[in-house]
C-alpha cells in the first residue's frame, strides 16, 4: 500500500470512528464525556498482582479483539500476556478452562452451536436472549461471559449498492419477486443451511436464478466482477464500505445474532476484581459494526498488524493516550 493511501485509510478510519461514537446515542456519548459510566481506562496499581493472559481464535478480527483487550487491560494495572491465534473455538475454550489462558472473545451464537448442541434455527434471535441463554449455560462450567458487544458477526445478504438502487432492495423481504432475476453465491453448506440459502428458502420463500457454492475467499470478488448478484457474506466484512456493498436488513431474524463475549473462568473473574468487568464494559460500548468492519480493513486490506489497529481504537475513542 503507498503512503498516500494509508493516509487516505487512517483518515477515513478516523471518520468511521468517529462516526460510531455519534451513532451509539447521545445519553451514552454525555456520560462518557462527563466520566460517568464511561471515559478513559484508569490504572488501579493494585492489579499489578494478577497477570492476564489473553487468548484469540485464529482470524484477523479475533486477534484484533484480543489485541484490544490486552491493551485495554494492561492500562488498567494488570500484568498482561497474549496467546493469540490459538485455533479454533474448541481450541481456545479448552485453553481457558485448561489456565493456558485467562480469557479469550467468543462468539454467543457459536457457543450454543459448537459448545451446547443447539441447531442454528434453535438459537434466539434477538443478541441479548442468546448471551443470556450462553452466559447461562457457561454458568455450568464455572464460566463468567461477560456482556456482549455492540457489533455481531454473523452472516448476511451482500449486494453492491447499484444492484440494490436498480430493484428497491432494503430489506431481505425486498427480494420478494425479484430473486428469480438474481444468482445468488455462498459457501458450499450454504446449501443445507437454515442461516443460509435453505432459510431464505424456507423463512422467506424465495427462489433464485441460480445459486453457485464458492469458496468463503471469493464473497466479495464475485460481487465487484459481476458475477454475482447477491453474495452471502459476513456483516463485520472489511469490504463492505470499501467495495460500495449495501447488507441487506434480516427483516425475520433468520441469521443468528453473533455479538462477541469476553470469556473467563470464574476464578480469574474472582481474582482480576471489579476492574475487569469495567474495563471490557468500556472496551466493548464504541465496537459497533461499522467500527469493527473498519478495524478489520485494517489488518485485512491495509496490512495494519492487529496490535496497530488496536491500539488505534483505543485511542481514538480516548480510552488510552
Known sequence: MTKGARAAAAVLFALILTLGVAACGSSDDSSTESGEGGGAIVSNPKNGKVTLTIGSKNFPEQEILGEIYAQALKAAGYKVKTALNLGSETVALQAVKSGQISGYPEYASTALTSFFGLEPEEVPAGAQAAYEKAKAEFEKEDLTAFPPTPFASANAVGTLKKTAEKYGLKTVSDLEGVSEELTLYGSPECRQREDCLKGLQDVYGLKFKKFVPINLDQRHEVLKS?????????????????????????DKHMFPPYNSTFLVTDKVASQAGPDLAKTIDLVNQKLTADVMQELNARVDLDKDTPAAAAQAYLKQFKLIS
Do not use: C, M, W, Y
Not at 454475482?228 to 464500505?241: E, G, R, W, Y
Open 226 to 250: 459481476g458475477q454475482a448478484d447477491l453474495s452471502i457474506v459476513f456483516t463485520t466484512d472489511p469490504q463492505i464500505k470499501r467495495d460500495n456493498e449495501v447488507l441487506l436488513e434480516d
